[in-house]
T-cell receptor
């Protein structure tokens, strides 16, 4: 069964304190690993798509990496505005469905 | 380029009433997905539609729930005879016709059943 597990569930950082969020996955025929950011009361906002092991993507203070079993979202020198829930999702390529399977998310709080 | 538009943003229904949630995909997107987010839970897939076709409804409850994406107009998620357990945030996402691309989400409809 396809599964996505994110850790930690919650993370508190001081402004400027770099860290990483983990996303472990089990999927039949990965057809994309996706990172989203979700603010309270809002819809998920797309951040990155990774398709193959070794791939990396960057955007401002965020960098996403992918291996055959997990993905990391590295946050460098975070600011309070980076506080949000970060969601990881995978797409199964063994069927024709386009559905995403989401993890439970990591809620990040960055204190000034 | 407007994003995925969902309405209403908030919907209150009494038990036994019907709820209709609407979703207009991004321009040029022909694939629509509906997800449900229960309090303190993650996003759960419900249904995947293309114009006039349901491609995957494996996440839809067997009863009371239905979805459509007509040739003209928005996609509709319909919940008949709502119960308290249907209270949740319902999100719509859309993607372009190419396979395996990212999906973009709307702001959601928060359904409260009283």
């Amino acid at each position: 069964e396809d599964q996505v597990t994110q850790s930690p569930e919650a993370l508190r950082l001081q402004e400027g304190e770099s860290s990483s969020l983990n996303c472990s996955y089990t999927v039949s025929g990965l057809r994309g690993l996706f990172w989203y950011r979700q603010d309270p009361g809002k819809g998920p906002e797309f951040l990155f798509t990774l398709y193959s092991a070794g791939e990396e993507k960057e955007k401002e203070r965020l960098k996403a990496t992918l291996t055959k079993k997990e993905s990391f979202l590295h946050i460098t020198a975070p600011k309070p505005e980076d506080s949000a829930t970060y969601l990881c999702a995978v797409r199964n390529g063994s069927s024709n469905t386009g559905k995403l399977i989401f993890g439970q998310g990591t809620t990040l709080q960055v204190k000034p | 380029n407007a994003g995925v538009m969902q309405n209403p943003r908030h919907l209150v229904r009494r038990r036994g009433q019907e709820a209709r949630l609407r979703c207009s995909p991004m321009k040029g997107h022909s694939h629509v997905y509906w997800y449900r987010q229960l309090p303190e839970e993650g996003l759960k897939f419900m249904v995947y539609l293309q114009k006039e076709n349901i491609i995957d409804e494996s996440g839809m409850p067997k009863e009371r729930f239905s979805a459509e994406f007509p040739k003209e107009g928005p996609s509709i998620l319909r919940i008949q005879q709502v119960v308290r357990g249907d209270s949740a945030a319902y999100f719509c996402a859309s993607s372009p016709p190419r396979q395996y691309t990212e999906a973009f989400f709307g702001q959601g409809t928060r359904l409260t059943v009283v």
